[in-house]
């Protein structure tokens, strides 16, 4: 199975600075047939449950609002909370559903400085 | 607007059985695969279970083969999962969720709010 690692497991941010996220997977994610990052990003705030907000590595679903970017490649994941708000306090998620397994990365919890 | 509701989660004796349901409401369900995801106490997300838009195809997480059942109605709009020979590892929130993209290899873009899962002597 692939593993899937995320790094940091927390990080406390100032509001308005920017939060990054790293995600490694143990084997590439890129399906060479069609190019694309099997990779998708979810955020869980406390109590509720996960919410979609990046799928093929870097597509934000809809309502998601632009201060949330994705990018990478094959291995190498990032999510980036540009200008952090309150409304972002949450654990982030990546997975890999490049395989039946669709691993979840163990999660990196958000918080304010 | 979409929506999935998850019921049936209890406290239950190890060896015991539970079955969940996911209603489905505010899209085509028919033409979804759906997916059940649970997530221990305290702990990050596991997938558990796929199954295809017509129930011809299902697929499941290794530890639990042979024990757990995931099946639809798609007349009734609902997802169901029995879950049998349970043990105090399978306590969880389980999550029901649709699969955004027409394939068992999916991101899941609707979550239920969960039903809780307790294994427990």
């Known amino acids: 199975d692939i593993v899937m690692t995320q790094s940091p497991d927390s990080l406390a941010v100032s509001l308005g600075e920017r939060a990054t996220i790293n995600c490694k997977s143990s084997q590439s994610v890129l399906w060479s047939s069609n190019n694309k990052n099997y990779l998708a990003w979810y955020q869980q705030k406390p109590g509720q449950p996960p919410k979609l907000l990046f799928y093929?590595?870097?597509t934000r679903e809809s309502g998601v609002p632009d201060r949330f970017s994705a990018s990478g490649s094959e291995t190498d994941f990032t999510l980036t909370i540009s200008s952090l708000q309150a409304a972002d306090v949450a654990i982030y998620y990546c997975?890999?559903?490049?395989?039946?397994?669709?691993?979840f990365g163990g999660g990196t919890k958000v918080e304010i400085k | 607007e979409v929506q999935v509701v998850e019921s049936g989660g209890d406290l239950v004796q190890p060896g015991g059985s539970l079955r969940l349901s996911c209603a489905a409401s505010g899209f085509t369900f028919s033409t979804y695969w759906m997916t059940w995801v649970r997530q221990a106490p305290g702990k990050g997300l596991e997938w558990v279970a796929n199954?295809?838009?017509?129930?011809?195809?299902?697929y499941y997480v290794d530890s639990v083969k042979g024990r757990f059942t995931i099946s639809r109605d798609n007349a009734r709009n609902s997802l169901y999962l029995e879950l049998n020979s349970l043990r105090a590892d399978d306590s969880a929130i389980y999550y029901c969720?649709?699969?955004?993209?027409?394939?068992?290899?999916?991101?899941?873009?609707?979550w239920g709010r969960g039903t809780l899962v307790t294994v427990s002597s």
């Open positions: 199954i295809k838009h017509d129930g011809s195809e299902k």
């Open positions: 093929w590595a870097s």
């Open positions: 997975q890999e559903y490049y395989t039946m397994a669709h691993t």
């Open positions: 969720a649709r699969v955004g993209r027409d394939s068992q290899y999916g991101y899941f873009d609707y």
